[in-house]
């Protein structure tokens, strides 16, 4: 009789969870899908896809809801129907009644955890990779659909004529640099080919300009071909909050895994590495009579440089500026002879961007300029690119890992004696996002722990508070059981808050999270004591 009960409500329990499951799911996956429909342009094909990787996400918070409301509904129209008083009578006790809803609410504890530690994380990635896997055919349809497209997270946007999917080919293309809402400068380009790479920790898009024109503060310079490259994150992928836990450990392990860190740890690097080409050539020039010695990244040019010394340009990002008067000799590597020599009174060095490994560029106004064959004049403009970074500089750079070598800047003086407020501030900016990244990863762990087993208590108040306003209109009981509910949500969200708040310690928030599940817990063994002596 005992088991013909259980399966009975067990059955109810699973009609009503099933229904409830899916119905919401279905709709917070379309909810799920709207930012990417916006922002990316995704084709109707990948809405499907994406519905299929996005249902495990959404499942994590369904499943609970799911359950409490499939519990607060059958057990209070069990105790409606005076079906439980019938049981009662029989001498069969209210555990025993309750055990088919201590079942689901274990089962959807443990698929709570499953899917918020490893299963949502695994297709998280996935859709990742959807995505990233036709990421040039969402730039190509936006291109061909509205005429420019903005990289995600990047301060490129790309204007094209026309876009030739199968050839990877872009015609009449303009690209804007927009950084801090200020155009910084504009590439022109008959046509361009597009490469997008997904790395495991970000992702890169890599622009080939055919026939180009960079127009920026000073006179536009031609060149043949130029490379523009800019970094993101993933596009889906909501920082620490959908990592799988081995993800997690290897975050913890190298925070250059992390986005966030290596966007920070990339720009506090271009500053240092442009400070410390400034004190090198400074030390070159007041040291000896020799020139800066620059070599140029295909090994055919080397270019010396005299000047009374150079500056940091605070109002540019990565900017030197060289004394008066400048002189720079271009010397051929493989014949062993001076191609040309240019005098200018105004000349700067800088990095194109805050990539790793950046080339460097040099820029002359109005050089004078003289050739061995006597043949001479003015140019309106000498550029230079791809020289490589000094290899003394280069050298030091290599010999530990980016992030100490980073969190040394102001405490010794082995690349930078004196370093900027500029730099000193990308170095604080960054130290406190290493501090921010275990605590972030804390909150997650906990607030996954705390979702999951808070489960149980959660649906076994949904049971009791059925039984307890049987009285009632059927939803009243599901109503109520959401308030407890949603106490829980915000104990989790406010000890995420205060663990990630850095005025704050991880502990306080850690323990905010798990003082809500104890009292969760506390008001089910309040209730059920409650209904036993009833």
Known sequence: MILTLHRYIFRELLKIFVL???AMSLILSLGFLLKPIQNYGISPGQIFHLLGYLLPITLTFVLPMGALFAASMVYGRFAADRELDACRASGISLWTLVYPALCLAILVAMANLIL?????????????????????????????RKGYYT????????????????RKLLEG???????????????????????IQANADYNQATITALDTYRV????????????????FESLLSDSI?????????????????????????????????????????????????????????????????????????????????????IQLTELDKIRNEVICKYESQQ?????????????????????????????????LRKFINNVLVPEPIRSKLADKPLLQTLQQVGEDSILVSRPSAKLMNYRKSLMIKLASVNDEIDAELHSRLVL??????LILTGTALGIYLRGGHLLSAFGASAIPAGLLIVFIMAGKQITKNPSTSAAMGVTVMWIGFVTLAALTLFLYRRLLKT
């Open 20 to 22: 409830s499951t899916v």
């Open 151 to 166: 990289l995600p997270k990047s301060t490129y946007k790309i204007y094209a004529e026309k876009a030739d999917p199968q």
């Open 452 to 457: 999951g087993l808070g489960c149980v208590s």
């Open 241 to 325: 909050k959908f990592q799988k836990l081995d993800r997690l450990k290897s975050i913890r392990a190298d925070k250059m895994k992390f986005f966030p860190v290596r966007q920070l740890a990339q720009q506090a690097c271009a500053q240092l590495t442009i400070e410390a080409a400034g004190e090198y050539f400074n030390h070159v020039i007041s040291a000896s009579d020799k020139p800066i010695q620059l070599e140029d990244a295909e090994g055919i040019r080397t270019y010396l440089i005299r000047a009374k010394g150079c500056r940091m340009v605070e109002t540019k990002d990565y900017t030197l500026e060289f004394l008066p008067p």
């Open 173 to 195: 293309v303009i690209i804007v640099d927009t950084k801090n809402d200020n155009i910084q400068r504009m590439i022109t380009a008959g046509s361009a080919k597009v490469d």
């Open 116 to 144: 918020s530690f490893h299963v949502a994380p695994s297709f998280v990635q996935r859709s990742e990779k959807s995505v990233k896997a036709n990421a040039e055919q969402i730039l190509f349809r936006n291109l061909q």
């Open 347 to 379: 000349g700067i060095c800088r990095l194109p961007d805050d990539a790793i490994g950046a080339r460097l560029e040099i820029d002359l106004e109005s050089p004078a300029w003289d050739r061995r064959e006597g043949i001479h004049g003015v140019a």
């Open 216 to 231: 920026d503060d000073l006179a536009p310079v031609y060149m043949e071909e130029l490379v523009v490259s800019s970094q």
